[in-house]
């Protein structure tokens, strides 16, 4: 449902600003509806386009163009046709979200050309954002696009670099989207890396700018790297692939030989991926930022059945289980016992990740013989317990429909698709159709091994989660040299604007900074036993694992419990503080209960929560803090009851590394 104005104007209003030049350029200017922040457009030679905020310029004049194969180009000697104005303030209703109301309400210019094309301009009350359309009705084919963001100074920013660091940008277009942020001048960009958006850049009076895509369907992503000019990036793009072959992990992948000239093909008419710049005035703006969903194609159709809710994950803690008279590993002893401890704990789902179908077969009709399938699926039914199953990206892609059919008439309710690795215009477009086939057949779809979310999540409310994220499983590997405890309160302010993330927290094994090891089978965490708490709230996962044993969660009931409470989609969000790489607290709604989190990097930090928002009456909070000893011993914590302080200012202490959670009810 929504609730919708539209003001549609042709004339000059306070949105819309339009003088003729002596350069024959044409000049708009658009304003966001609270009018702090302007976009200034100018149509001459070229297409250039500025952004501003309360007076400060966070955008430098910035060209915008697309080159096709034929020649022709949109926004180079364009001949403008015409221009439209547009208000619009609705209520978009969100039911797998951080809210269940968002207020969607920008200004937007629409510029008409020959040759067959659009740009659409928006400008909200968080950023600016535009895209170009084309209205053509024969097919054609994008040779390159020129996107620019060129900041006024050479600025400091978060960059995060493709994972694969040879010299060319043909090896780095095949990487999974993680790895940790650089915080660096944009002059100190390492010239051999591709750099992955969101990506954040200062600006003057602590402001950020965040650079973010949307309702990415049919293009390939972008990444970004240096342009020629001090302080300025450009975005790069995967061309489209001409060959590809069987390979890679398990030969689960399809590994791109070589590539065309151009980087994307269509039949006719398409909209192009929204191009957006985020502005805050403080980090925490951008801990609570709605531009990627508001962008975003919405749902057609009852997506009703989707739910969300909890998943046992055996890959983590790698089937360990312990006080059991049966061998544990990949085997139906095994996942009963963790259908066993989801129905306990009332969570939602188990996983069987890589292991239940034939290694290196890319065929999801070849189940080892150590599974019977059939029998778990009733097994959990009797227990309350769903099923999903992880697939490699080729198994599943090779024969889509039939494997969603069959499972999905066999009662499994999902799946993990993992080792995509690729955000070329052909890899894009599996995810849509993947998105589509799966709901045909009523079930999830978790992205792993894949990039950024970009609002496939609002189109199809079945793709619940996705990974592009440097998550917890790095600590069975890469503990000692990744610095995860920064890198954790970085996340919420950069990656996690473009939408949820498959991070898989929930470590009962908890290591200080100086304590932590790489075990493969036995993975840690870096950071307190409350970190892993809190990531619960802080961190959006509409489909949330629990990383670790079931055999260590019954050790540490406490916990557990308090982790399988925490819902995964909620009422509202309010972003209480924080400092990118330093700290972050934030606070979810569900119902009449509040649950709040925050994070410190490697400082002990003490903190005043503003619990304000709360309203007027009498408040309790189920509080779980890092002990005393959480700097030595960082699975070191205190639970206690505590009344919320009549003027809602609450103090906190954290340990280095550590966190804190609390869950608010009314007395």
């Known amino acids: ?54 007076g400060d310029l966070m955008l430098d004049k ?60 928006r400008a909200y009350n968080d950023g600016v954002a535009y895209r170009f359309v084309s209205t053509t009705k024969k097919p054609f084919v994008v040779e390159n696009e020129q996107v620019e963001f060129n900041f006024p100074s ?69 990444f970004l790297y240096p342009n020629e000019k001090q302080g300025s990036l450009k975005g790069i793009f995967a061309p489209y692939p001409k060959d590809v072959e069987q390979g890679g992990h398990n030969m689960l992948q399809m590994l791109v030989k070589s590539r065309e000239s151009y980087i994307a093909k269509f039949d006719g008419a398409t909209d192009f991926p929204w191009r957006a710049v985020v502005i805050s005035a403080m980090d925490s703006e951008l801990a609570d930022n709605d531009m990627v969903y508001k962008l975003a194609t919405p749902a057609q159709g009852d997506y009703s059945w989707v739910k969300p809710g909890k998943v046992a994950w055996d890959w983590w803690n790698a089937w360990n289980l312990y006080g059991v008279d049966f061998k544990t ?46 029998e778990l699926i009733e097994y959990g ?105 920064t890198y954790d309160v970085i996340i919420p302010f950069i990656r996690q604007v473009a939408g949820p993330m498959d991070y898989t927290q929930g470590a009962m094994r908890n290591a200080s900074k100086n304590n932590i090891k790489s075990v493969n089978s036995e993975a840690m965490s870096q950071g307190t036993r409350c970190r892993q708490l809190a990531e619960y709230v802080i961190f959006e996962s509409p489909i949330n694992m629990l990383c670790d044993s079931p055999s260590n969660y019954e050790r540490e009931e406490e916990c557990t419990k ?51 928002f709360l309203g007027e009456g009498s408040f309790k909070g189920e509080v779980f803090k890092d002990g005393v000893n959480a700097d030595r011993a960082a699975r070191d914590y205190k639970k206690e009851i505590i009344d919320i302080p009549a003027n809602k200012k609450l103090p906190i202490s954290m340990a280095p590394g550590g966190g804190y959670v609390i869950k608010i009810t009314k007395k």
């Open 1 to 54: 449902m929504k609730k919708n104005v539209r003001l549609i104007t042709t004339f000059l209003s306070i949105f819309l600003c339009f003088s003729t030049v002596v350069s024959a350029q044409k000049q708009f200017t658009l304003k966001s509806p609270d009018g702090k922040i302007g976009a200034q457009i100018s149509v001459g030679k070229i297409i250039e386009y500025s952004v501003s905020h309360e």
């Open 562 to 612: 308090f982790i399988a409470a925490v819902p995964t989609i909620w009422d509202n969000t309010v972003s209480l503080n924080g400092e990118i790489g330093k700290y972050v607290s934030i606070a979810r709604q569900k119902g009449d209960t509040w649950y709040v989190g925050s994070m410190t990097n490697w400082d002990a930090r003490n903190l005043e929560l503003d619990l304000s």
């Open 154 to 222: 050479d600025a400091k920013a978060f960059v995060n670099y493709a994972n694969k660091p040879e010299g060319t940008f043909e090896s780095q277009y095949m990487n999974s989207f993680e790895q940790p942020y650089h915080h660096i001048l944009l002059s100190e960009w390492n010239k051999k890396r591709l750099g992955i958006s969101p990506l954040v850049v200062e600006g003057v009076n602590g402001k950020k700018v965040c650079i973010v895509e949307a309702d990415l369907m049919n293009y390939p992503g972008m």
């Open 329 to 374: 590993g990949v085997n139906n002893d095994t996942y009963k016992y963790y259908i066993d401890f989801a129905s306990r704990y009332g969570i939602e789902y188990v996983i069987l990740d890589e292991g239940w179908a034939v290694n290196k077969q890319a065929d999801l009709f070849q189940v080892v013989p150590e599974i019977d399938l059939k």
């Open 381 to 485: 039914k009797k227990k309350n317990v769903d099923l999903i199953l992880w697939a490699g990206y080729w198994a599943f892609d090779r024969d889509m429909e039939r494997v969603c059919k069959h499972y999905s008439e066999m009662g499994i309710k999902g799946f993990k698709v993992d080792f995509m690795d690729r955000d070329d215009q052909i890899m894009v477009n599996f995810h849509h159709r993947g998105a589509q086939m799966a709901a045909k057949y009523k079930m999830l779809v978790d992205y792993h091994g894949t990039y950024k979310p970009t609002g496939l999540q609002r189109t199809y409310p079945n793709v619940i989660n996705f990974e592009g994220v440097n998550g917890l499983e790095q600590m069975k590997w890469g503990a000692e040299k990744l610095d995860q405890v």
């Open 62 to 121: 910035s060209a915008i163009s697309m080159q096709l194969a034929d020649g022709s180009t949109f926004g180079v000697d364009p001949k403008l046709t015409k221009s439209s104005t547009s208000s619009i303030n609705q209520t978009i209703d969100a039911t797998i979200y951080k809210r269940n109301k968002i207020t969607d309400n920008y200004n937007e210019l629409t510029l008409r050309f020959k040759g067959d094309y659009n740009i659409v301009f």
